[in-house]
């Protein structure tokens, strides 16, 4: 082999090593492996539709609208979803109080939605948005301030739901 050859050889191998360096991963936030989690957005559903459907519930029962803007890929919409699913105290306090409307945001979807409240998604993923039942904004909250350490605080949580409960 000659000097030359011997010497690219190496080259090749690093560059390689470069290339394939760069390529993205099947890893999901904060480092976590993609695992196969069941979707909780519907990704082609029109978020303006959901939620117009919302507000004609919202105003006959007397309750609120709760936007979760969100993606199937982001594990925080999961540990939300679950936590809202799975506590009791929280799910009677949603299932008394609000109309839970999922908005999914991957890849711009749904993109109009997101402006017309004033671009939440722009705090990260999930955030929370609540509506009257007649379509007004009362507030958008930033879910990263409900977390306590690796998940989201049942009691932060419910405070927040319980603080845009409407007065009945």
Not at 101 to 111: E, G
Not at 129 to 137: K, R, T
């Amino acid at each position: 082999m000659t000097k030359k050859l011997k010497l690219i050889r190496p080259a090749l191998w690093l560059s390689c090593f470069i290339l394939l360096g760069a390529l993205p991963l099947p890893v999901a936030a904060q480092g976590e492996p993609n695992t196969n989690r069941p979707a909780i957005y519907d990704e082609s559903a029109d978020g303006a539709q959901q939620i117009a459907d919302a507000l004609i519930i919202a105003k006959k029962d007397g309750k609120n609208v709760l936007l979760q803007f969100g993606a199937n890929w982001c594990v925080w919409c999961h540990r939300l979803h679950t936590l809202c699913a799975t506590n009791p105290d929280i799910a009677k306090v949603l299932r008394k109080n609000f109309v839970v409307v999922l908005i999914d945001v991957n890849q711009k979807h749904n993109a109009a939605t997101d402006a017309k409240y004033g671009h939440p998604i722009r705090f990260g993923l999930p955030v929370l948005v609540v509506l009257d039942a007649n379509g007004q904004l009362l507030t958008t909250e930033d879910s990263g301030k409900l977390e306590e350490g690796d998940h989201h605080s049942p009691e932060k949580v419910l405070a927040f739901l319980k603080a845009w409960t409407p007065k009945k």
